[in-house]
Structure formats: structure tokens, C-alpha cells
């Protein structure tokens, strides 16, 4: 089993920064793609970014440029720096690992972002 445990959301203004760090812990041999989904109120869980195990990056349209994602294996752990943040930007985000063929999910973590 992998838990993942997520940390650094919370209540932000529009224009502010914020990282979130998600850590994996247990059977975390093997993973490969570790990344952030986000889910907002009354819509679907949509991703954010996702990192490969050879740091290739792939982003929303919508946080290109203002969020960057970096992971560090030694320490199972991803990151989502997120930089000039919007009111938009408000929901829970979900870290989420593959350790193939099956994917691990956070418990979420809510980032509010005020205008």
C-alpha cells in the first residue's frame, strides 16, 4: 500500500504564492508519474501537472506560467509551486502518483484563493 500525505494549501489572496508538497510513504518502489489534480466547486477533477520519473512536465493551459510541479525521488515526494494565483485557482487539490498499472491518490487539500 502507499499513503500520500499533502501539505501548504490554505487561504491565499489573488496575486499570492503557495506551495503544496504531497509525500509518499509504504510500497513506493516503482513510481512513475507523480502529479496534482484539482477539483473546484460543481465541476469535475481536472489536472493540473504532472511530472514524469525523468522530470518531463506537462500543465494546464490554465497555470502555464504561474505554476511550476518538481519532485524529489529520494524523498517520494512532488511539489506545486503555484505563483500569482487567481480566485479561479480555488479547489481541492489531489496529489496522485502511479505506481503502474495503478494509480494512488491523496486525501486532497483545499486552496482558497480570496480576490
Known amino acids: 500500500q502507499v499513503q500520500l500525505v499533502e501539505s501548504g494549501g490554505g487561504w491565499v489572496k489573488s496575486g499570492d504564492s503557495l506551495r503544496l508538497s504531497c509525500t509518499a510513504s509504504g510500497s513506493t518502489r516503482g513510481i512513475n508519474s507523480m502529479g496534482w489534480y484539482r477539483q473546484a466547486p460543481r465541476k469535475e477533477r481536472e489536472l493540473v501537472a504532472t511530472i514524469s520519473s525523468i522530470g518531463r512536465t506537462n500543465y494546464a493551459d490554465s497555470v502555464k506560467g504561474r505554476f511550476t510541479i518538481s519532485r524529489d525521488n529520494a524523498k517520494n515526494t512532488v511539489y506545486l509551486q503555484m505563483s500569482s494565483v487567481r480566485p479561479e485557482d480555488t479547489a481541492v487539490y489531489y496529489c496522485?502518483?502511479?505506481?503502474?498499472?495503478?494509480?494512488?491518490w491523496g486525501q486532497g487539500i483545499q486552496v482558497i484563493v480570496s480576490s
Open positions: 496522485n502518483l502511479e505506481i503502474p498499472p495503478i494509480p494512488y
